[in-house]
């Protein structure tokens, strides 16, 4: 590099480091609402895989931190330091590859469990692929970690469009997989059938935005080689992965029998809200006589959001409250 463009090296990686802290912060509340929609189902393998996936994310945004630190404010007006390599880079390699790789890998198990009783030769084929294509990412960790130099980036731009390529053909496979089981595993039955076809739908977006992302990285690396925006870029890749399967995990649960989310007239979400615990048996006293044997009613915070769930107690009608 002769001459140092600030705005399209150092610019570019700090503008990626803060559209990545605000994906960071939308996986925090992914993790938030997975959790509190099943903090009664005790630990299970998913609940494990949320917390790992969100240590390397976390771990991911403080790398991305010290490293613009390091170059913009510990060394300020050193353009020598600017040139090398500082080893938070290099450790960003490595936990890009492991989020990217534990992604498809969680993925991986969901075919194996939807392709239980059907087929065998898909999810074996998936994992072989799989397992194979984990090499490469690991062939371009080797290659960055025996670099110094930014400019050495030219010498091994083989590899970062190889893995990037091979990142791009795993969500390809993996996204048609399991669109291709969920779609074949349809039931006949309208509501469960609009289920899948809602899940097939998200997978389907999931994956063209990982896809899309990689594909942005290989081109503005090969049309600006001599800047950082692709940097910028694969910056947000590693989030987009870890947004993309927490969003799969929730889906499940907010995603209604008919394909659409859960009205908050017939379902509200599980998110937290403290319970407002109240004793209303006096007051339904003083209203009506038939119901002065109700004892303990509690009602939900909710109740002030949802008017269906005040106890209709006009008439005559028994209450219709929710009970608990």
């Excluded at 949320?50 to 913009?72: G, P, R, S």
């Excluded at 590859?97 to 534990?102: G, K, L």
């Excluded at 739908?201 to 990982?210: A, E, H, P, Q, W």
């Excluded at 106890?311 to 209450?319: E, L």
Aim: proline share 3%; charged share 15%.
């Amino acid at each position: 590099m002769s001459q140092l463009d600030l705005d399209s090296t150092f610019g570019a990686l700090y503008i990626g480091g803060a559209i990545g802290a605000i994906l960071f912060g939308l996986s925090n509340v992914q993790a938030f609402l997975y959790f509190q929609a099943r903090k009664d189902s005790g630990f299970t393998f998913y609940k494990l895989a949320v917390c790992w996936l969100w240590f390397l994310d976390a771990l991911h945004v403080c790398l991305v931190n010290h490293m613009i630190y390091y170059y913009l404010i510990t060394n300020y007006a050193n353009p020598l330091a600017l040139l090398e390599m500082v080893w938070s880079f290099k450790a960003l390699i490595v936990i890009d590859v492991c989020i990217v790789y534990s992604v498809h890998l969680l993925y991986l198990q969901r075919i194996w469990i939807i392709s239980e009783g059907r087929t065998r030769i898909l999810p074996v084929l998936m994992t072989a692929i799989i397992v194979l294509a984990s090499s490469v990412g690991f062939v371009m960790f080797w290659a960055v970690f025996k670099s110094k130099f930014f400019s050495d980036l030219t010498k091994i731009r083989w590899s970062i469009y190889l893995s990037l390529s091979t990142m791009t053909l795993i969500d390809f496979l993996i996204a048609s997989s399991l669109c291709y089981l969920l779609a074949s595993a349809k039931t006949g039955f309208t509501k469960t059938d609009m289920t899948l076809q809602t899940l097939v739908r998200d997978i389907i977006n999931t994956g063209c935005l990982t896809s899309i992302c990689s594909m942005a990285c290989i081109i503005t690396d090969a049309a600006m080689p001599n800047n950082f925006i692709f940097l910028g870029i694969e910056f947000l890749l590693s989030k987009l992965y870890v947004n993309s399967y927490m969003a799969l995990l929730n889906a499940r649960h907010y995603v209604g029998s008919d394909g659409s989310p859960h009205s908050s007239q017939t379902r509200p979400p599980h998110v937290y809200r403290p319970e407002l615990q109240v004793n209303i048996s006096h007051e339904l006293q003083d209203r009506s006589p038939r119901t002065s044997k109700v004892e303990g009613f509690q009602v939900y915070e909710n109740a002030l959001e949802h008017p269906t769930y005040y106890p209709s107690v006009t008439g005559g009608a028994h209450p219709t409250a929710r009970i608990v």
